[in-house]
Antibody, heavy 121, light 109 residues
Framework: EVQLVESGGGLVQPGGSLRLSCAAS????????MHWVRQAPGKGLEYVSA????????YYANSMKGRFTISRDNSKNTLYLQMGSLRAEDTAVYYC??????????????WGQGTMVTVSS | SYVLTQPPSVSVAPGQTARITCGGD??????VHWYQQKPGQAPVLVVY???DRPSGIPERFSGSNSGNTATLTISRVEAEDEADYFC????????????FGGGTKLTVL
């Protein structure tokens, strides 16, 4: 069974840091680009970051550049998101996602269950 | 950066057809994907690359894309279709390529 399982969320103070993990199973992780998407409470989906299959290319939403770092360990089938200088507006459920469909592989048919990050003092 | 515009809400009676639009500049030149999200759950891909359906998605879900508007069409709407729907594109020419629309709440009357 193809599965993504996020972990690492929790309560953090403004200005603090947190590292999220996403453990993949059931597919060849090293062949897939991976993505992070977040959703603030009661709000829509917001794209966060992406990393290519070999980790050589990364993308970030403008508001996360310089504060968040995406990485992966293909030997451990795990995706990471290191978040720093956290703000209240970073409070959200963070999902990891990937694509197994289509020629462009930009539609996310595989999602984790999400991990909640709360930034508050 | 590229912007996708969706109506905040759409209402439809059971058995009727719901159409949810996603507007963007020359969106017809891009591949559009659609997600369904129910409360407390992760999004589910229902249409990708404008009009393809993933395995397991009912044929009632279809998509089209032309000009400045992409449309998700849900035929013979059922109560279980009540959810939020999001469109998405990947703008490979941008350094911020992942873009979601604001979402549409589909209410089944």
């Amino acid at each position: 069974e193809v599965q993504l399982v996020e972990s690492g969320g929790g309560l953090v103070q403004p200005g603090g840091s947190l590292r999220l993990s996403c453990a993949a199973s059931g597919f060849t992780f090293s062949r897939n680009a991976m993505h992070w998407v977040r959703q603030a409470p009661g709000k829509g989906l917001e794209y966060v970051s992406a990393i290519s299959s070999n980790g050589g290319s990364t993308y970030y939403a403008n508001s996360m550049k310089g504060r968040f770092t995406i990485s992966r360990d293909n030997s451990k089938n795990t995706l990471y998101l290191q978040m720093g200088s956290l703000r209240a507006e970073d409070t959200a459920v963070y999902y990891c996602a990937t694509s197994m469909v289509g020629p462009t592989r930009t539609a996310f048919d595989i999602w984790g269950q999400g991990t909640m990050v709360t930034v508050s003092s | 950066s590229y912007v996708l515009t969706q109506p905040p809400s759409v209402s439809v009676a059971p058995g009727q057809t719901a159409r949810i639009t996603c507007g963007g500049d020359n969106i017809g030149s891009k591949s559009v994907h659609w997600y369904q999200q129910k409360p407390g759950q992760a999004p589910v891909l229902v249409v990708y690359d404008d009009s393809d359906r993933p395995s397991g998605i009912p044929e009632r879900f279809s998509g089209s894309n032309s000009g400045n508007t992409a449309t998700l069409t849900i035929s013979r709407v059922e109560a279980e279709d009540e959810a939020d729907y999001f469109c998405q594109v990947w703008d490979s020419s941008s350094d911020h390529p992942g873009i979601f629309g604001g979402g549409t709440k589909l209410t089944v009357l």
